[in-house]
T-cell receptor, first 115, second 112 residues
Framework: GAVVSQHPSRVICKSGTSVKIECRSLDFQATTMFWYRQFPKQSLMLMATSNEGSKATYEQGVEKDKFLINHASLTLSTLTVTSAHPEDSSFYIC???????????FGPGTRLTVL | KQEVTQIPAALSVPEGENLVLNCSFTDSAIYNLQWFRQDPGKGLTSLLLIQSSQREQTSGRLNASLDKSSGRSTLYIAASQPGDSATYLCAGRNSGNTPLVFGKGTRLSVIA
């Protein structure tokens, strides 16, 4: 199946710093990518929908100024957690849709720990 | 808005048993439904995808069914093995380019 990569896989940062997470579709073009967040022992919760060349659509309760999303190409979307705080510590997972197979492919996730 | 529920939250079975994981969804206009496996601290592995026009899909020891009228899907695992121990997530979506809505998962432990 198609492959989605995420970088970095793990990041530890100090409170107040910004962290950028990259999500790439390696062998297909993803017009739309989705960003999810998963807290310990919880399920995945959608944060935002990222469309290539346009502004992201955020779910209720997700601060767009804190979680900056850029989808500049059909194979790359980035999520920047600005001024990170300990409560932002979570597992962030992206997915991209392959319209040919109508399947969502997920990246391996990024574990963010804010000290 | 689609809501997905999974029961039980946790399940422990002896090796070799056949088992069924349950998933229910609120909107019968579901477009497709996927079952995933997630190992602790890891990402998602897609197991099976069922389109709305299909009733079931099979892969090896796994069989997933979809009943739109009742809002239910099941994942059947035959002859369970300790390596099947993981959290199984069910997720559905209502159109081709909308996000998946996830259930909270069933944490499966297969005891040798």
């Amino acid at each position: 199946g198609a492959v989605v990569s995420q970088h970095p896989s793990r990041v530890i940062c100090k409170s107040g710093t910004s962290v950028k997470i990259e999500c790439r579709s390696l062998d297909f073009q993803a017009t739309t990518m989705f960003w999810y967040r998963q807290f310990p022992k919880q399920s995945l919760m959608l944060m935002a929908t990222s469309n290539e060349g346009s502004k992201a659509t955020y779910e209720q309760g997700v601060e767009k100024d804190k979680f900056l999303i850029n989808h500049a190409s059909l194979t790359l979307s980035t999520l920047t957690v600005t001024s990170a705080h300990p409560e932002d510590s979570s597992f962030y997972i992206c997915s991209g849709g392959d319209t040919h197979t109508d399947t969502q492919y997920f990246g391996p996730g990024t574990r963010l720990t804010v000290l | 808005k689609q809501e997905v529920t999974q029961i039980p939250a946790a399940l422990s079975v002896p090796e070799g048993e056949n088992l069924v994981l349950n998933c229910s969804f609120t909107d019968s206009a579901i477009y497709n439904l996927q079952w995933f496996r997630q190992d602790p601290g890891k990402g998602l592995t897609s197991l099976l995808l069922i389109q709305s026009s299909q009733r079931e899909q099979t892969s090896g020891r796994l069989n997933a069914s979809l009943d739109k009228s009742s809002g239910r899907s099941t994942l059947y695992i035959a002859a369970s093995q300790p390596g099947d121990s993981a959290t199984y997530l069910c997720a559905g979506r209502n159109s081709g380019n909308t996000p998946l809505v996830f259930g909270k998962g069933t944490r499966l432990s297969v005891i040798a």
